[in-house]
C-alpha cells in the first residue's frame, strides 16, 4: 500500500485493543496430568478487566489510548471522559456493561480518530491497519470509515 502512493507515510496508522486483568492475583488452576512438563498453564479468565484501545502511526501516536471500563450505563449510551494523568498524558475513558469494545465504542472511537487525524492528513485518504475483530468489520464500522475518508 505504501508503494502506491496513494496514502502519504505520515497518513499510515494501525489501531488494535487488549484487555487486562485488574486483579493482580489469582490461584492457577492446571489441567493436565501431574508429571506433564509446566511449560504453559491456563488461567481462570476474571471478571476483573478492562480493555485498552491504544493506535500508533508511522510517525508517532496521533491519539491518545481510550481505556473501556466494566461498569453499569443506565441509559445504554456511554460517556467519554478526557483525564490527564500528573504525568500530563492524556487519556479517553468510556464504560461498558461487559467493558469489552463492541461496535458502537469502535465507531465512537473511529470518528474520534477521524477528528484528530483530519487537519494532517489535509484532505488526503488514511490508511488504518486493524485486524478481524467483530467491530472492525461491521457495517456500521465501515460507513464510518468510509465517510472519514
Known amino acids: 500500500m505504501y508503494s502506491t502512493g496513494i496514502y502519504l507515510p505520515h497518513n499510515i496508522y494501525n489501531m488494535d485493543e487488549a484487555g487486562f486483568e485488574r486483579a493482580g492475583q ?6 493436565a496430568p501431574i508429571d506433564h512438563p509446566r511449560r504453559g498453564q491456563a488461567k481462570p479468565s476474571s471478571m476483573l478487566h478492562l480493555t485498552v484501545v491504544a493506535c500508533i502511526g508511522t510517525f508517532d501516536a496521533p491519539i491518545a489510548p ?10 445504554g449510551q456511554v460517556s467519554w471522559t478526557a483525564a490527564r494523568d500528573p504525568n500530563g498524558a ?7 456493561k461487559s467493558g469489552w469494545i463492541n461496535t458502537f465504542i ?13 487537519a494532517r492528513a489535509n484532505g488526503a485518504p488514511r490508511l488504518l491497519y486493524l485486524d478481524g475483530h467483530s ?3 461491521s457495517v456500521e464500522f465501515l460507513e464510518a470509515a468510509w465517510q472519514a475518508n
Do not use: P, S, Y
Open 26 to 31: 489469582r490461584r492457577v488452576r492446571r489441567v
Open 135 to 137: 467491530t472492525h468489520i
Open 106 to 118: 469502535a465507531v465512537q472511537w473511529l470518528k474520534h480518530f477521524g477528528c484528530a487525524t483530519q
Open 90 to 96: 492524556e487519556m479517553v475513558a468510556c464504560v461498558t
Open 66 to 75: 481510550l481505556v473501556i471500563f466494566r461498569g453499569d450505563c443506565n441509559d
